[in-house]
C-alpha cells in the first residue's frame, strides 16, 4: 500500500509513501485533500499521528485555501487549451470519468454534486493536464526540432514531462526536458523557452555570452524573459 485515506475531525487526510522523502511533509493544495508525504522508513500510523499534531496548522491552510478557490474555478464555456474544449457532463453515475474525444475533455460527474465542488474540479484538472500531456507530445518535439535546425543547436534526446518548478531544463549530456505546462504559453513564448534550452547544449550558465547568443537567435531576449515570469506553472 503506499497510499491511504484518513479523516481527522471531519476532514480527509491523504497520507502518500514516497521513497525519495526524507523527511514527513505536509501539502495543502487547491481542490485536493491535505496530503501527508511519508518516507519509506516511516508508518502510515507514525504519519498519522504526525497529522493529528499538526491538525491546527492544516485547518487554518485548508481555511485560507478555500477562500482562495473561487479565484481558481474553471468555467467551461471561457476555457480552452491550444486544440480541445472543456465538457461538464452530469449523469446518473456514482463516478467521475476523464476522457478526451475529437478535442472535448469530457468530464462526467455524480448530477448531484456541484461543478464547483473538489471533487470535480480536481477531476477537470486532471482531464486538462491529460489534454496538456497530449497536446505536448504532438507540438513540442516537432517545434524542438524546427528550432534546433534552423539555428544548428543540435540536441542528444528530448523527453517531455509534468515539470512544476520550471519550464525546461537542459541536461549536461545536452537532454532536453520541457514542461507540458508549455501548452499554456503564447507561441513565442514556447520558442523562447525552446531557444533558451538549445542555447544551453553550447554555453551552460546565464553568462553575458550566454544571453548574447539567445539574443541573436530570439531577440529582445530579455524583454521576453520578463514576459514569461508573468506567468506561472500551477
Same mark, same amino acid.
Given at each position: 500500500?503506499k497510499?491511504k ?6 476532514i ?6 514516497n521513497?525519495?522523502a526524507r523527511?514527513?511533509i505536509i501539502?495543502?493544495?487547491p481542490?485536493?485533500?491535505p496530503t ?11 504519519g ?6 499538526? @491538525?491546527?496548522?492544516?485547518?487554518t ?17 471561457n476555457?480552452k487549451t491550444?486544440n ?17 474525444n475529437?478535442?472535448i475533455?469530457?468530464?462526467?460527474y ?10 470535480i ?13 497530449e ?6 518535439p ?9 539555428f544548428?543547436?543540435p540536441?542528444?534526446e528530448?523527453y517531455?514531462k ?10 549536461a ?5 520541457l ?25 551552460k ?7 548574447? @547568443? ?10 521576453l ?10
Amino acid at each position: 500500500m503506499k497510499s491511504k485515506l484518513i479523516k481527522i475531525n471531519e476532514i480527509e487526510i491523504e497520507l502518500k509513501k514516497n521513497s525519495r522523502a526524507r523527511r514527513l511533509i505536509i501539502s495543502v493544495k487547491p481542490f485536493a485533500n491535505p496530503t501527508v508525504t511519508i518516507p519509506h522508513y516511516i508508518s502510515f500510523r507514525q504519519g498519522e499521528e504526525f497529522a493529528i499534531e499538526k @491538525m491546527g496548522w492544516i485547518e487554518t491552510q485548508l481555511y485560507n485555501m478555500r477562500s482562495r478557490e473561487n479565484d481558481l474555478l474553471i468555467n467551461p464555456e471561457n476555457f480552452k487549451t491550444r486544440n480541445h474544449s472543456l465538457e461538464l457532463i452530469p449523469t446518473n453515475t456514482e463516478n467521475i470519468s476523464i476522457r478526451l474525444n475529437k478535442g472535448i475533455i469530457k468530464i462526467k460527474y455524480p448530477n448531484w454534486k456541484k461543478s464547483a465542488s473538489q471533487e470535480i474540479q480536481s477531476a477537470i484538472r486532471k482531464g486538462i493536464l491529460k489534454a496538456y500531456k497530449e497536446e505536448a507530445v504532438e507540438y513540442l518535439p516537432k517545434r524542438l526540432n524546427d528550432l534546433s535546425d534552423k539555428f544548428n543547436l543540435p540536441f542528444k534526446e528530448v523527453y517531455i514531462k509534468n515539470i512544476r518548478s520550471r519550464w525546461g531544463s537542459c541536461s549536461a549530456s545536452n537532454n532536453i526536458n520541457l514542461s507540458v505546462h508549455l501548452m499554456r504559453l503564447p507561441d513565442h513564448l514556447i520558442d523562447y523557452v525552446i531557444l533558451h534550452e538549445l542555447v544551453h547544449t553550447k554555453i551552460k550558465n546565464h553568462s553575458k555570452i550566454f544571453w548574447n @547568443m539567445l539574443d541573436s537567435f530570439s531577440g529582445n531576449a530579455k524583454g521576453l524573459d520578463k514576459e514569461l515570469k508573468k506567468f506561472r506553472i500551477h
